[in-house]
T-cell receptor, first 109, second 113 residues
Framework: DAKTTQPNSMESNEEEPVHLPCNHS???????IHWYRQLPSQGPEYVIH???SNVNNRMASLAIAEDRKSSTLILHRATLRDAAVYYC??????????FGPGTRLSVLP | DTEVTQTPKHLVMGMTNKKSLKCEQH?????MYWYKQKAKKPPELMFV???????INESVPSRFSPECPNSSLLNLHLHALQPEDSALYLC????????????FGSGTQLSVL
């Protein structure tokens, strides 16, 4: 079973920042937080992952709470192409990736 | 080349047919996966191959038979499927089974009549 909880859906306006929350209250010290997204008619794609510190890459930023029980995926400027289902996954080295229901993000023009 | 290629993209089959789904990657990854995804649901893990050996079978019915002929190829043989097996079948690969990033193909949309 998935160990994270996310809102079912969120809406954003184009060119505005989007903050996608994720709760992972059972996280252990060696669990990473991974984010994948699935665009329509595609397989999931990797977005970002982190352990304790905030992380940035060309796609997004990941802000992890100090107690690590929650995190936020930040898309700095949403585009129509960012409309997708976003999956937050609590993952430990050696385990399989278990996908929860995710958050369906709609981006309005 | 960071692609995972799946063929065919769409497949319609009857309950008595035998068909195969194919997956290929040329990233040198040593772990390959099959996931099943029903509409509006998250992907569910079916099988994991690590170094061409089946390491995980998530209690999948025997009408699904995976095969890993070499480190770049993964097949899923289908026989006597049921209509409820209609779904998107996704192949993925990673550097190692314990790898941190999965690379997914676009999937095969399967319809069983």
């Amino acid at each position: 079973d998935a160990k994270t909880t996310q809102p079912n859906s969120m809406e954003s306006n184009e060119e505005e920042p989007v903050h996608l929350p994720c709760n992972h209250s059972t996280i252990s010290g060696t669990d990473y937080i991974h984010w994948y997204r699935q665009l329509p008619s595609q397989g999931p794609e990797y977005v970002i992952h982190g352990l304790t510190s905030n992380v940035n890459n060309r796609m997004a930023s990941l802000a992890i709470a100090e107690d690590r029980k929650s995190s936020t995926l930040i898309l700095h400027r949403a585009t129509l192409r960012d409309a997708a289902v976003y999956y937050c996954i609590q993952h430990n080295y050696g385990q399989n990736f278990v996908f929860g229901p995710g958050t369906r993000l709609s981006v309005l023009p | 080349d960071t692609e995972v290629t799946q063929t065919p993209k769409h497949l319609v089959m009857g309950m008595t047919n035998k068909k195969s789904l194919k997956c290929e990657q040329h990233m040198g990854h040593r772990a390959m996966y099959w996931y099943k995804q029903k509409a509006k649901k998250p992907p569910e893990l079916m099988f994991v191959y690590s170094y061409e050996k089946l390491s995980i079978n998530e209690s999948v019915p025997s009408r699904f038979s995976p095969e890993c002929p070499n480190s770049s190829l993964l097949n899923l043989h289908l026989h006597a499927l049921q209509p409820e097996d209609s779904a998107l079948y996704l192949c993925a690969s990673s550097q190692e089974h314990e790898g941190t990033e999965l690379f997914f193909g676009s999937g095969t949309q399967l319809s069983v009549l």
